[in-house]
T-cell receptor
Framework: EAEVAQSPRYKITEKSQAVAFWCDPISGHATLYWYRQILGQGPELLVQFQDESVVDDSQLPKDRFSAERLKGVDSTLKIQPAELGDSAMYLC?????????????FGPGTRLTVT | AQTVTQSQPEMSVQEAETVTLSCTYDTSESDYYLFWYKQPPSRQMILVIRQEAYKQQNATENRFSVNFQKAAKSFSLKISDSQLGDAAMYFCAYRRTRSNDMRFGAGTRLTVKP
């Protein structure tokens, strides 16, 4: 069964360092989402791509966060510099077309700890 | 703004029994989707069940069913014949039709006792 892949699964970094996360959506899924999930809370959308274009990045802290999906397939989320408050689970999800557009498939996430 | 509230941070159920998880939401829209997602420990979030707001009939997926009360803006999840594998965080989510924005509740941690 096709799944959303994410790496790394865990990342520990010191504050002020740069960190990057990678996501490979389900093959054929045009829409890709990055979420941040703080411990004890539900996921919050950071950025959404439709193919290679950003559709919504209104909640992305653009002074330190960036995201790209250059070829409309896999995507990278970067934080530079990392801050203590960035410690969280970063989830990637993808969705297809038609009825499947409203059904998001999630990856296992990257758990980031900033020390 | 749309908000989703899950008032039960934790719930527990005996194996083979039935449990109901609560969810309320706030919206001024009439056309939207509601979802229940399951997030097992250290595993990815998976969709349990989906309800379209225009449908009056409650969605059912095997042992999982919902009680959708549109006027009350309530969307509860019933798990029948609970199994040990049902232990997880459960998130209620709302998405307005033709919108990018999925709003999640804070989650309910379900424990299943053998």
């Amino acid at each position: 069964e096709a799944e959303v892949a994410q790496s790394p699964r865990y990342k520990i970094t010191e504050k002020s360092q740069a960190v990057a996360f990678w996501c490979d959506p389900i093959s054929g899924h045009a829409t890709l989402y990055w979420y941040r999930q703080i411990l004890g809370q539900g996921p919050e959308l950071l950025v959404q791509f439709q193919d290679e274009s950003v559709v919504d990045d209104s909640q992305l802290p653009k002074d330190r966060f960036s995201a790209e999906r250059l070829k409309g397939v896999d995507s990278t989320l970067k934080i530079q510099p990392a801050e203590l408050g960035d410690s969280a689970m970063y989830l990637c999800a993808s969705s297809g077309m038609g009825r499947d557009y409203y059904e998001q498939y999630f990856g296992p996430g990257t758990r980031l700890t900033v020390t | 703004a749309q908000t989703v509230t899950q008032s039960q941070p934790e719930m527990s159920v005996q194996e083979a029994e039935t449990v109901t998880l609560s969810c309320t939401y706030d919206t001024s829209e009439s056309d939207y989707y509601l979802f229940w997602y399951k997030q097992p420990p250290s595993r990815q979030m998976i969709l349990v069940i989906r309800q379209e707001a225009y449908k009056q009939q409650n969605a059912t997926e095997n042992r999982f069913s919902v009680n959708f009360q549109k006027a009350a803006k309530s969307f509860s999840l019933k798990i029948s014949d609970s199994q040990l594998g049902d232990a997880a965080m459960y998130f209620c989510a709302y998405r307005r039709t033709r919108s990018n924005d999925m709003r999640f509740g804070a989650g309910t941690r379900l424990t299943v006792k053998p």
